[in-house]
């Protein structure tokens, strides 16, 4: 029988709980109709043009994204500009939207817990734990053996889709590296945290340059991490395969699909 996506919905807060929910997020069911039958499931990191016209291309009835279209004040979805457009081509296509972004952040498998894994850090644990200790923003964990910082974003750069961006670092190439502080998406709000400093390197995205530059002259001073800034799409996009099979385990009468498009905003950069 097919699922409805009020069904699917369910399913969705089950395995990324809205208690997780940062206050300042809009994660949830956006575009819709609960009573509307879904069978295929697609799976992008933002509901931008590209993601969207392919979901209504592929038949998909659900895009699944991680952030979330709606997240800031909107006074109007008219067409003639983004929000509005893509939520028309969405109801037009017949393709409902929900967002899984922050609470999906946080549980045991999500953007940062993946991120990790694929590096092949051990012993993991949250930056900023929650109460329970399993579950919070980021994940603090150690390489098997110890590497240097050139190797780590080597590492990095093999590993995550390429962008024009690639991955910027801070410190020294040869400087060693065990221990690692790492958040998917932009974690430039942890760079204080105790954890992050004790770290031989943090990982994250969209550092800012005076966040930056801090973070470096104070650990100069007072002893901290190396940095490494890689995109922010390509951190969270690892985890869409993982959500993936994540709902086919739980409604394995869904079809479940993951887009390979790339919707990092950067087209390419010119190397002075």
């Known amino acids: 029988m097919p699922s409805t996506l009020a ?55 659900l895009l699944l994204v991680h952030h979330p279209l709606l997240l800031r004040g909107v006074t109007s979805v008219a067409e003639d500009r983004y929000k509005g457009a893509m939520v028309a081509r969405l109801i037009r296509g017949g ?38 200790g399993a579950t919070g923003l980021g994940r603090i964990g150690a390489l098997p053996e110890p590497t240097t910082l ?54 994250t995205s969209d ?13 100069r001073v007072a002893g901290g991490p190396a940095l490494i800034d890689v995109s922010h799409w390509a951190s969270e996009w690892l985890w869409l395969s993982v959500a993936a099979d994540e709902l086919r385990a739980a409604m394995p009468g869904l079809t479940v699909t993951v887009s390979e498009l790339r919707t990092d905003p950067w087209d390419f950069v010119v190397v002075q």
């Open 7 to 61: 069904e699917v919905n369910a399913v969705v807060e089950r395995l990324w709980p809205p208690t997780g929910t940062e206050s300042w997020d809009a994660p949830g069911l956006l575009v819709g109709d609960p009573a509307a039958t879904v069978g295929h499931v697609h799976l992008a990191v933002d509901a931008v043009s590209e993601s969207v016209d392919e979901s209504v291309q592929l038949g998909a009835d």
């Open 150 to 203: 050139g190797r780590l974003a080597r590492v990095l750069a093999d590993l995550l889709p390429p962008t024009a961006t690639g991955v910027r670092v801070s410190g020294e190439y040869d400087r060693p590296i065990r221990s690692i502080a790492l958040c998917g998406g932009a974690g430039d709000s942890l760079l204080s945290d105790p954890g992050v400093l004790a770290a031989d390197v943090y990982i």
């Open 207 to 219: 550092l800012r340059h005076h966040p930056a530059s801090e973070a470096r002259e104070n650990a």
């Open 95 to 132: 393709v409902a939207l929900i967002a899984a972004h922050t609470n999906a952040d946080v549980v045991e498998t999500g953007t940062s817990a993946v991120f990790a894994r694929a590096i092949g850090m051990t012993d993991l644990r949250p930056i900023s734990p929650a109460a329970d």
